[in-house]
């Protein structure tokens, strides 16, 4: 295979430098037990109530729309009953068996 010594060129030899041997970082430290503390979790609680509300406020918007257009419909049923001599009042509707 010719094509071997070329790709050996360019693809990476190694995997790279591990970070915990950097000079930079002192011997006592951890990397495996870092955590956002107390600020991530107030920051993340926050995301999470901000959520659940937007959801509630989202599901009352559409039900409200429902409801807009029900009541749209019934009116206008009852504009074609008007219009068309019938009794001003449609009928009750009935439950559904469930």
């Given at each position: 295979m010719t094509w071997y010594p070329f790709a050996a060129l360019l693809l990476p030899t190694g995997i790279g430098p591990n970070p915990i041997d950097e000079p930079g970082t002192p011997p006592d430290f951890d990397p495996n037990t870092v955590?956002?503390?107390v600020a991530?979790?107030?920051a993340i609680a926050l995301v999470a109530i901000a959520v659940i509300?937007?959801?509630v406020d989202m599901t009352r918007r559409i039900r409200r729309v429902r409801y807009r257009g029900e009541i749209r419909e019934r009116?206008?049923?009852e504009?074609?009953?008007i219009a068309e001599?019938?009794?001003a009042e449609p009928e009750p509707?009935?439950?559904a068996d469930r």
């Open positions: 955590t956002p503390g991530g979790f107030v509300f937007l959801l009116l206008e049923a504009q074609a009953m001599g019938g009794p509707e009935q439950p």
